[in-house]
């Protein structure tokens, strides 16, 4: 989104259009398209300068078979045991 948001703050933001029958406390609702696709080709060249510049950058690449491969913990029975004697209140956190 960088790239189109750069683009449209490179351009200047339209005034108002004021028409006879639409009252003036309107004028806000009316929607202006002045957008054409040079905007779009600008921030089409702007999104791959930067896909250029970021290729140092480490990707992940998302196999569709193994889904997203976020660490998850272990299951319960080999999760490690804590100390029966742990005692919480003396930990230097305790309340």
Do not use: W
């Amino acid at each position: 989104m960088a790239p189109f948001a750069q683009v449209i703050n490179e351009f200047a933001v339209s005034s108002p259009k004021y028409f006879n029958d639409v009252p003036v406390d309107d004028v806000h609702n009316i929607q202006i398209h002045n957008f054409d696709l040079t905007l779009l080709d600008r921030s089409q060249m702007l999104q791959q300068e930067m896909a250029r510049q970021s290729h140092t950058s480490p990707v992940l690449v998302v196999s569709p078979s193994f889904g997203y491969c976020f660490p998850t913990p272990p299951p319960s029975e080999e999760r490690p045991r804590l100390n029966k004697s742990f005692n919480a209140s003396k930990t230097p956190f305790a309340d």
